[in-house]
């Protein structure tokens, strides 16, 4: 009892880390056991693969391997005695491998016996194994001599070679039964150690279950039945039963906290209790000096300002509210005479005001009408720079189509320059060919001549050759003839080649001619574009001017429409200021009336 009343002292932080310290304790405990467990488990399995199933697989590969020789010793054997060599080489070959693997398999399964026994026997199987080897090397040897298939037979059928391998197999075979045996009661051991290892793990976790409802019962019922306790004790005084205990104040927790603040109430609700029938004694004597003091302010809300309250035997605070009120009463009675006095004057001050503001709502309608006037004007100077600047914009547009147009031709001038310069110089080139032309046609000229002359030349022999020379004088003839025909035609061609060379001396001139006057018109549209550019320029400055005037008289125009609004406002405003002036003027006659019926004086 003493150790539940120790634990309930707690705070409820402590309680908590307590329980949940446990229960993770236990959890901790519980999982390393498992831990454990199951590393001592891997580690069995891991020690039986290595040295039981490893050394029973490898003690099987000697076996195996002895079962190997066996038969490759028989099979070359056979071979050698018919005579066939190679199946013997590859043989011998064979076995000298299968020997090597098995004294390698023999030294690894030396290494996974464990018990001395074993030990011995496997040390032993060495020299069986290095004697039957010695009965092979016998019969490996005799196969290599002419008809040794014979000694051989009678090796493998000696005493000394059967022994020599069932002792070896027999030593084999034991040491893997014993290993086989072994095994199955390493087995058995691993798994008696895993049902101990769940037994042990099952009963840590009931007493952890059995810890964790004991450690949750004492933190439930610590923190359940002070907290109860509270809650009966509120409820005592929540029904003015101001003497019951409060419990649980020594705790110095939490709960111990709640239950001074509670105990805390308790003294506050009592000392209300106390405060609260002291009030209702000081009520009882309240309504009295209340009744006496209704009756003056009943007297003071009739108008009546003249009467005071007695203060002749109170004392306390009925001596100053008595006080109070009388000075209450005679502040009134002070403050009516001034509002009085005050109404009168508001009177005056009123009829004034009206009359101020009448001429102000004058003067404002007046200013109204010429801001009016004002701001139609400068409207109207709006619009007209308005469609100025319109105008300059559309001047502008077409200023910048004719700059565009003039550089256009310019450039259409410098190539048509371009075109007429080349036409010319082919027309050039044309003379200078028909002159050379010319030069030819006087060759072939000159040649005809002497052609002709050659001609009758040889007409003039064939006549002197007579009857022999007739057919040369023909051919002469037709020689005579064809020179003429290219004498005249030479001439006409000469006349046609002066004629062109005439013709492109003209054009030459002519191409010259317009080549000038295409230069001219580059130089005008130049000067042209120039012109335009400025005329550009200049018309946009101007319309940026005329904008920026534009802008002004816009700017102007609203801040005469601004003057006009104000002055607008300013005429309400006054008629607003006559209209409140007539209202003060009606108000203070009021006023001045219903000061008229309080009685202030005795």
Not at 419 to 436: C, H, N, P, V
Not at 556 to 581: K, P
């Amino acid at each position: 009892m003493s150790l539940m009343n120790s634990f309930a002292k707690l705070n409820l932080r402590t309680k908590l880390v307590i329980g949940f310290t446990s229960v993770v304790t236990f959890a901790v405990i519980i999982a390393a056991t498992a831990f454990y467990g199951l590393n001592m488990l891997q580690a069995n399995t891991q020690k039986m693969y290595d040295k039981d199933l490893i050394g029973i697989s490898l003690l099987r590969s000697l076996d195996r391997d002895i079962n190997v020789i066996g038969r490759t010793v028989n099979r070359i054997t056979l071979a050698s005695n018919f005579g066939d060599e190679a199946p013997v080489q590859k043989g011998k070959e064979s076995i000298a491998k299968v020997k090597a693997d098995l004294l390698v398999n023999y030294e690894k399964a030396k290494g996974t016996i464990i018990r001395p026994e074993l030990k011995a026997r496997i040390d032993g199987v060495g020299a069986d194994i290095n004697s039957y080897f010695s009965q092979v090397d016998s019969i490996v040897a005799a196969l290599e001599n002419k008809g040794g298939a014979a000694a051989a037979y009678k090796i493998i059928s000696s005493k000394e070679y059967q022994d020599a391998l069932a002792k070896v197999m027999a030593e084999i075979k034991g040491i893997s039964e014993a290993k086989i045996e072994g095994a199955e009661k390493n087995m058995e051991a691993a798994g008696a150690a895993a049902d101990n290892m769940k037994w042990l793990i099952g009963v840590l976790l009931l007493a952890a279950l059995v810890m964790s409802l004991i450690i949750v019962t004492l933190v439930n019922k610590s923190i359940n039945d002070p907290i109860t306790n509270l809650k009966n004790a509120l409820a005592d005084l929540a029904a003015q039963r101001l003497d019951t205990k409060v419990q649980n104040t020594d705790f110095s927790n939490e709960i111990g906290q709640m239950a001074k603040a509670v105990a805390q109430l308790q003294v506050s609700l009592q000392h209300a209790a106390k405060l609260a029938e002291a009030e209702r004694e000081n009520n009882r004597i309240a309504g009295e000096t209340t009744k006496e003091i209704g009756g003056i302010i009943a007297a003071a809300a009739g108008g009546d300002f003249t009467a005071a309250v007695k203060v002749e035997g109170k004392e306390g605070f009925f001596l100053d509210i008595s006080k109070q009120v009388n000075q209450l009463i005679e502040t009134s009675r002070n403050a009516f005479r001034a509002i009085s006095k005050n109404a009168t004057s508001l009177s005056t001050a009123s009829e004034e005001l009206s009359v101020v503001s009448t001429q102000m709502s004058s003067n404002a309608e007046e200013t109204n009408a010429q801001a009016g006037s004002a701001s139609s004007a400068a409207t109207q100077v709006s619009s007209n720079m308005q469609t100025v600047a319109t105008g300059v914009e559309e001047l502008s547009v077409s200023i910048r189509e004719i700059s565009s147009n003039a550089i256009e031709a310019s450039a259409v001038a410098t190539q048509a320059v371009n075109e007429a310069r080349i036409t010319g110089d082919t027309m050039t080139k044309l003379g200078i060919s028909s002159q050379e032309i010319g030069s030819v046609l006087k060759v072939i000229s000159s040649i005809a001549e002497q052609t002709n002359l050659l001609a009758l030349n040889a007409t003039i022999e064939a006549a002197r050759a007579g009857e022999l020379g007739k057919g040369f004088a023909v051919v002469a003839n037709e020689v005579k003839e064809l020179a003429g025909q290219t004498s005249r035609a030479t001439e006409e061609i000469s006349g046609s080649i002066a004629n062109i060379q005439r013709d492109v001396k003209g054009a030459v001139d002519s191409i010259a001619a317009i080549s000038g006057v295409i230069n001219k018109i580059n130089d005008i549209s130049g000067i042209i574009a120039s012109a335009v550019e400025e005329q550009a320029a200049t018309a946009n400055e101007i319309g940026r001017t005329v904008a920026e005037a534009a802008a002004g008289s816009t700017e102007i125009a609203r801040n005469i429409d601004s003057v006009s609004t104000v002055s607008r406002n300013t005429t309400e405003g006054a008629n607003n200021c006559q209209q409140a002036a007539q209202d003060l003027s009606k108000m203070a006659a009021e006023l001045q009336s219903m000061v008229n019926k309080f009685k202030v004086e005795g």
